[in-house]
């Protein structure tokens, strides 16, 4: 585990433990700190579950229409038609099967190995909508303008303090999870510091009408000094964002119309007669990561855990990612088909994931604002070389999408132990991500294979639409657990044992 603190013992009020933790009076409930996103989508797996959940919730209940995210990749639609979303999410969005970068690198999407061969151009809150009505249908209780004020764990459980508008109070859980954005009460109450730097420093951003209607769903680009983006709501707003390298001013700063429409003259060439500004606001874009996404009973997910510039749209989709590798471990631990191990491999698995979105969306950035002759040269060179260079364009897509990306494997494992699994075909007419559904492990086997009864609560048996012989288990949020190409039903028990207790 990367971090300050392992996972036994006795927890002062910063998480650190020692000892062994106990089992009895623990309880079996999470907390989840946050109504984002990655909080939304992970409470509702929890309790899609049967795991009691709490979301603890600073703002009113309402899901505001300033949202910054406005992409969601393959990846994180294969995972919300895992849990039967995504058809709504994609009729309230619009797809896009081509990007542009850097002015005139073309990436291709239609080509993407997923069902969702496309980027769907989508504000958060139509995301958070959908996520919020299936938590509260699966019995999520919500607890808004309610503001963490401290937390401290022991080897039962953790003890998180609220401030409400009737008072102090404590809350209980067997585990609670920050995913509190950037500015973390969690984290910090964890003493978990969360270095990095100021990437961008006053970008601006509005939400505006338009007289002249872009000719492309999103328009972006790069000239100078000036970096503009343009995406539509649906409701005829479009949101604008800008940057302009030579005005480096502070967060509040005050922020007019014509400052936003002079960035997007000098970045898209024209400002498309913005007007009726409904919102402004001006902040900064940071490159930051917690050291550790783990201590004791203690977990960080989405922006708490890390945050990166919006280049390339990663931000929304790698938190959702969080949330759905880390809910599916919570639920195998508190129904007691897992040892507490299992939750190591959360940290494990997404801590360099998320490095690895610092580094290409803050490298997206720095190559469009290149200025200098040799990092206008660089940039040049790169494009060409993607343009030529199939394996490594195929790459980055895989990055960008999020499907390229696979999780450490045991040594002598099969080849696709750690995989993501594609949407495969399976016999009867069916489909790997609709038998996902309810967040159960798959087993696909060359014929039909009975599973013992007291595991169908938690596994769907299934056979091969083909005449394919690798017996694949696949795990909750469609990477693969275990594979054989010869597998007898000794093998098979031994696998199930393992990973699905």
Do not use: C
């Not at 479009?238 to 509040?252: A, K, L, T």
């Amino acid at each position: 585990m990367n971090g300050t603190t392992g996972n036994n013992g006795n927890a002062d009020t910063t998480g650190n433990i020692t000892g062994t933790p106990g089992t009895s009076g623990t309880p079996r409930n999470v907390i989840v700190v946050g109504s984002g996103p990655t909080g939304l989508l992970l409470a509702g797996d929890l309790a899609t579950a049967g795991i009691p959940v709490t979301v603890v919730e600073k703002r009113p209940h309402r899901i505001s229409n300033l949202s910054r995210a406005f992409v969601l990749h393959a990846r994180t639609l294969e995972q919300l038609d895992a849990r039967g979303l995504a058809d709504g999410i994609e009729d309230a969005g619009r797809p896009l099967d081509r990007l542009r970068l850097f002015g005139r690198l073309t990436v291709a999407l239609d080509t993407l190995p997923s069902r969702f061969n496309h980027l769907l151009v989508i504000p958060q809150y139509e995301v958070e909508k959908a996520l919020e009505r299936r938590a509260l249908d699966a019995g999520v209780d919500f607890r808004h303008e309610t503001e963490v004020t401290g937390l401290a764990q022991d080897a039962d459980g953790v003890t998180v303090r609220v401030r409400t508008a009737a008072g102090e109070e404590e809350l209980r859980a067997a585990y609670a999870v920050g995913t509190d954005g950037m500015r973390s009460a969690v984290r910090d109450a964890i003493g978990l510091p969360f270095p990095g730097h100021s990437a961008i420093r006053s970008v601006v951003l509005a939400d505006v009408r338009l007289a002249e209607e872009p000719a492309n769903l999103l328009t972006v680009n790069a000239v100078g000094d000036a970096f503009a983006f343009l995406a539509p709501f649906g409701d005829g707003y479009y949101r604008v964002i800008g940057w302009h390298r030579g005005r480096n001013v502070p967060d509040s700063e005050p922020l007019d119309l014509d400052e936003i429409k002079e960035i997007t003259r000098l970045a898209l060439g024209r400002d498309y007669g913005m007007h009726d500004a409904r919102w402004m606001s001006r902040f900064h874009s940071d490159e930051r990561q917690a050291p550790a996404y783990r201590v004791g009973r203690v977990f960080l997910a989405g922006d708490a855990a890390h945050v990166h510039t919006p280049a390339g749209g990663q931000g929304m989709n790698t938190g959702l990612q969080d949330a759905a590798n880390l809910g599916w471990k919570l639920a195998q631990v508190l129904h007691g088909h897992a040892a507490d191990a299992l939750l190591d491999t959360y940290e494990a698995e997404r801590h360099p994931v998320g490095r690895s979105v610092l580094r290409s969306s803050g490298g997206i950035v720095r190559m469009a604002m290149a200025k200098r002759p040799w990092t206008l040269a660089l940039r040049a060179a790169l494009t060409t070389f993607l343009d030529n260079a199939a394996p490594a364009r195929r790459k980055v897509v895989g990055q960008l999408t999020g499907i390229g990306y696979r999780y450490p494997a045991p040594r002598g494992a099969h080849r696709l132990t750690g995989a993501r699994v594609p949407d495969v075909a399976l016999a009867g007419g069916g489909r790997l991500y609709e038998a996902l559904r309810g967040g159960r492990f798959v087993l696909i086997s060359p014929e039909p294979y009975e599973t013992a009864p007291a595991r169908k609560d938690r596994l769907t048996t299934a056979h091969w639409a083909g005449a394919r012989r690798t017996t694949l288990l696949v795990r909750p949020d469609g990477y693969t657990a275990w594979a054989s190409d010869d597998a007898t039903p000794a093998h098979i028990e031994a696998a199930l044992a393992a990973h699905v207790g």
